[in-house]
């Protein structure tokens, strides 16, 4: 019996576990890959092959959200475990739906590098909303359906607990997503150098087009709107060819 009771309780918090990351991690992550494009890449200097994927803004924006997360996550499984060290039902639930929020908030704020949470349009991406509302939904039959909660042993929350939970600790991550964006965005935005004042910015996508055109009209005779245009022409041309 002490056998099966320990399967048991290592298959449920399986269970568990498997749902935390399939609303959390698959639904949001996949529609930020239909997520508009940005503007901005019409006029950016063109990224090299020698240039790595995983940048060092990157890699910061994903250490300080992970810290964060762990520790707002931790911080409120201490604070709803009893004295006698006991887990209960009410601090698996807390701790899951201070996860659970933590993650879709970042799931957020990752829609653009360098633009803050309200400065994004919230409604210029169906699918991402859709993620969200079955995530929402996920979350709200865990802990308030009466099967589901025997099988991932939650219980129900009051609309206090869920309002700490949403306004108080798992918004702290649209805090350091705006702080990482406005105040320190010297060491947390990609391309601070590459959008910078350089010609390329100004030498603009349907410039490369026109361009593009003539030197397939003769091949031996470039043509140009100015001397600007030609400078920007180098200058495209030797970025492309490093």
């Known amino acids: 019996m002490f056998y099966l009771f320990c399967v048991s309780y290592v298959y449920c918090h399986v269970l568990f576990f498997h749902f935390l990351v399939t609303i959390t991690k698959g639904p949001p992550a996949q529609s930020?890959?239909?997520?508009?494009?940005?503007?901005?890449?019409?006029?950016?200097?063109?990224?090299?092959s020698t240039d790595p994927i995983l940048t060092r803004p990157l890699l910061l924006r994903a250490i300080s959200s992970a810290i964060l997360i762990l520790f707002l996550t931790l911080r409120v499984f201490s604070m709803e475990m009893g004295e006698d060290g006991?887990?209960?039902?009410?601090?698996?639930?807390?701790?899951?739906?201070?996860?659970?929020?933590?993650?879709l908030w970042n799931a957020y704020v990752c829609r653009s590098a360098d633009r803050c949470f309200y400065e994004m349009d919230p409604l210029n991406n169906v699918t991402f909303l859709w993620a969200i509302g079955g995530?929402?939904?996920?979350?709200?039959?865990?802990i308030y359906f009466k099967p589901l909660q025997e099988v991932f042993q939650t219980e129900s929350l009051s609309i206090s607990d869920i309002g700490y939970i949403l306004l108080l600790v798992s918004s702290?991550?649209?805090m350091l997503d705006t702080l990482r964006k406005k105040k320190f965005s010297k060491w947390f935005i990609d391309g601070?150098?590459?959008?910078?004042?350089?010609?390329?910015?100004?030498f603009n996508?349907?410039?490369?087009?026109?361009?593009?055109?003539?030197?397939?009209?003769?091949?031996?005779?470039?043509?140009?709107?100015?001397d600007k245009e030609k400078e920007d022409v180098q200058y495209y041309d030797a970025e492309v060819t490093d």
């Open 86 to 103: 006991i887990v209960s039902r009410r601090a698996t639930t807390m701790t899951f739906m201070t996860f659970v929020n933590c993650d």
């Open 192 to 202: 601070n150098s590459t959008h910078s004042s350089s010609s390329i910015n100004n």
């Open 135 to 142: 995530s929402v939904i996920g979350q709200l039959a865990v």
């Open 172 to 174: 702290s991550v649209l």
């Open 205 to 226: 996508f349907f410039s490369r087009i026109r361009l593009f055109a003539r030197r397939k009209k003769d091949s031996t005779l470039y043509y140009y709107d100015n």
């Open 32 to 48: 930020l890959g239909v997520e508009p494009v940005d503007e901005k890449i019409l006029t950016a200097k063109p990224r090299k």
